[in-house]
């Protein structure tokens, strides 16, 4: 079954540095997500993608943050200067349609640690 | 607030019990759809109901809402060890919300 991969697992970074996170979505799905998860809260919605630009963000998508499709298969997200609240399970999600109605397909996540 | 709310936060029960999950809500939803989270793993889709059905079934899962309470069920029928795992409901507005989830330890 197709599935949605995240790199890396982990991630470790001094604040202040900028991160890239990259995932790869299931091939045939065009609409992109990126949640985020502190550890041991709720999931957080950060931002959807779709037609190549951005369909919704949440108030914690700011400007520290971007998210790019550079080419046909990566979808990324980055954050510019690192700050000690960004550590977190980062979550990239995929979807068929651009349908509220339809399951979205996560990857396994990608390990935030900020020092 | 649109996020939900799962209850209980941890439920503990013997592998081939019931274990029944709820979730409540407060705006209007197209959609409420339950989620599973392995430990380190992520999101997995279980099942969407629809705001104009009350039920839905999918093999040893059951989902009914209640649109006029704001509230939803999960019930796993049949538990397996399997099964353990967190629990989260998540409804539409602008995005997607997902409530605290439950933490369900299914003990073989």
């Known amino acids: 079954e197709p599935e949605v991969t995240q790199t890396p697992s982990h991630q470790v970074t001094q604040m202040g540095q900028e991160v890239i996170l990259r995932c790869v979505p299931i091939?045939?799905?065009?609409?992109f997500y990126w949640y985020r998860q502190i550890l041991g809260q709720k999931v957080e919605f950060l931002v959807s993608?779709?037609?190549?630009?951005?369909?919704?963000k949440s108030e914690i998508f700011d400007d520290q943050f971007s998210v790019e499709r550079p080419d046909g298969s990566n979808f990324t997200l980055k954050i510019r200067s690192t700050k000690l609240e960004d550590s977190a399970m980062y979550f990239c999600?995929?979807?068929?349609?651009?349908?509220?109605?339809?399951?979205?397909?996560f990857g396994d996540g990608t390990r935030l640690s900020i020092l | 607030s649109q996020q939900g709310e799962e209850d209980p936060q941890a439920l503990s029960i013997q592998e081939g019990e019931n274990a029944t999950m709820n979730c409540s809500y407060k705006?209007?939803?197209?959609?409420l759809q339950w989620y599973r989270q392995n430990s380190g793993r992520g999101l997995v889709h279980l099942i969407l109901?629809?705001?104009?059905?009350r039920e839905k079934h999918s093999g040893r899962l059951r989902v009914t809402l209640d649109t006029s309470k704001k509230s939803s069920s999960l019930l796993i029928t049949a538990s397996r060890a399997a099964d353990t795992a967190s629990y989260f409901c998540?409804?539409?507005?602008?995005?997607?919300?997902f409530g605290t989830g439950t933490s369900l330890t299914v003990i073989p």
């Open positions: 998540a409804t539409d507005l602008l995005w997607f919300y």
């Open positions: 999600a995929s979807s068929e349609i651009p349908d509220r109605g339809q399951p979205q397909h």
């Open positions: 109901i629809r705001s104009n059905e």
């Open positions: 993608f779709y037609n190549n630009e951005i369909s919704e």
């Open positions: 091939s045939n799905h065009l609409y």
């Open positions: 705006t209007s939803i197209n959609n």
